[in-house]
């Protein structure tokens, strides 16, 4: 069994800065892509950045410039620094991780539960 925890998030301002970040607990063998997605009310789940074992990064148009993926192999951490912030940023932030539990043969694609990040204008 395993697990994805997100910290992080918050209130600030147009224009501001936040940092995210979520570790994996459990029985991991290895873990292989890390995600960041967000959902704001009302609309579908939207891919934000996403980091690959080796370290190549992708990111969403809208958060290019602004937004940098980065992990810690040696923590099972993947972190998302936000900057520059904007309205319509706000959503609730999920990490996703590709992990292999040490009892398993194959990856398996788990979820934290979320935080929440406000941008005010």
């Known amino acids: 069994q395993a697990h994805l925890v997100e910290s992080g998030g918050g209130l600030v301002q147009r224009g501001g800065s936040l940092r995210l970040s979520c570790a994996a607990s459990?029985?991991?063998?290895?873990?292989?892509?890390m995600r960041w997605f967000r959902q704001a009310p009302g609309q579908q789940r939207e891919l934000v950045a996403f980091?690959?074992?080796?370290?190549?990064?992708r990111y969403a148009d809208s958060v290019k410039g602004r937004f940098t993926i980065s992990r810690d192999n040696a923590k099972n951490t993947v972190d998302l620094q936000m900057n520059s912030l904007k309205p319509e940023d706000t959503a609730v932030y999920y990490c996703g991780a590709d992990l292999r539990l040490a009892d398993s043969d194959s990856l398996g694609e788990y979820w934290g539960q979320g935080t929440q990040v406000t941008v005010s204008s």
């Open positions: 980091i690959g074992t080796m370290g190549t990064t």
């Open positions: 459990g029985s991991i063998f290895s873990i292989g892509i």
